[in-house]
């Protein structure tokens, strides 16, 4: 299974940004895609997860309300619409795959394959 994130960029706070995942290779119906995040300086951390078939979705707090995630199975896509960007959003996004479980975990070692982020830089 490979992954490739997309769609990073500069923007100004209260922008919006959709990120694209390509996943690629086998995949199964029990599993999660997710997006995670790292600033410089921090640990990564989750940002959004969805199921690959269904559709559920879980966000983290800091994130709600604000981003949407979503997924095309036909297209092997999973994206990350990003609205009211603020500057602590800056970081660079990971999407990741874990193919052994229905659950969405927010630990980053559940996830098995990663993929190349992309950089997201929000001015204020």
């Known amino acids: 299974v490979q992954l490739q994130a997309s769609g990073g960029g500069l923007v100004q706070a209260g922008d919006s940004l959709r990120l694209s995942c390509v996943v690629s290779?086998?995949?199964?119906?029990?599993?999660?895609v997710g997006w995670f995040r790292q600033a410089p300086g921090k640990e990564r951390e989750f940002v959004a997860g969805?199921?690959?078939?269904?559709?559920?979705?879980l966000y983290a707090d800091s994130v709600k309300g604000r981003f949407t995630i979503s997924g095309d199975s036909a297209k092997n896509m999973v994206y990350l619409e990003m609205n009211s960007l603020k500057p602590e959003d800056t970081a660079v996004y990971y999407c990741?795959?874990?193919?052994?479980?229905?659950?969405?975990?927010?630990?980053?070692?559940?996830?098995?394959?990663w993929g190349k982020g992309t950089l997201v830089t929000v001015s204020s």
């Open positions: 290779g086998r995949t199964y119906s029990r599993s999660v």
């Open positions: 990741a795959a874990d193919l052994a479980s229905y659950h969405i975990s927010r630990d980053r070692r559940v996830y098995n394959y």
């Open positions: 969805i199921r690959w078939i269904g559709g559920t979705s």
